[in-house]
């Protein structure tokens, strides 16, 4: 069974940062993109980045882009996010999420709606105060 567990959430002020964490296992994909997904309280799930396993491309929301990088090592299976310069409006919890083969949630360079993924993590809490 696939099982992913993040971890790293807490709590910081706007303009501090933090790491994120996700094991990911259970699985072996030939092309698969493994990313978080963050819900606001209150809003809707929204992707916020992914990676892809075949190239190794990295796609954000305009949002964080410029403020956020994820990573991954090297097995592939865990995968980082950092973020820095954290907004309010970050405040979530982040998910981390895999599209499993056909991968769908990327197209050309354009991440598209978290619906794509097809295995989902338990959250983990982030909150920046102002």
């Known amino acids: 069974d696939v099982q992913l567990q993040a971890s790293g959430g807490g709590l910081v002020q706007a303009g501090g940062s933090l790491r994120l964490s996700c094991a990911a296992s259970?699985?072996?994909?030939?092309?698969?993109?493994i990313g978080w997904v963050r819900q606001p309280p209150g809003k809707e799930r929204e992707g916020v980045s992914c990676?892809?396993?075949?190239?190794?491309?990295?796609y954000y929301a305009h949002s964080v882009k410029g403020r956020f990088t994820i990573s991954t090592d090297d097995t592939k299976k865990t995968v980082y996010l950092e973020m820095k310069n954290l907004k309010p409006e970050d405040t979530a919890v982040y998910y981390c999420a895999v599209d499993a083969p056909p991968v769908e949630v990327v197209i050309g360079q354009y991440l598209r709606p978290p619906i794509f993924y097809d295995y989902w993590g338990q959250g983990t809490l982030v909150t920046v105060s102002s």
């Open positions: 990676i892809r396993s075949s190239d190794g491309n990295t």
């Open positions: 259970g699985f072996t994909f030939d092309d698969y993109a």
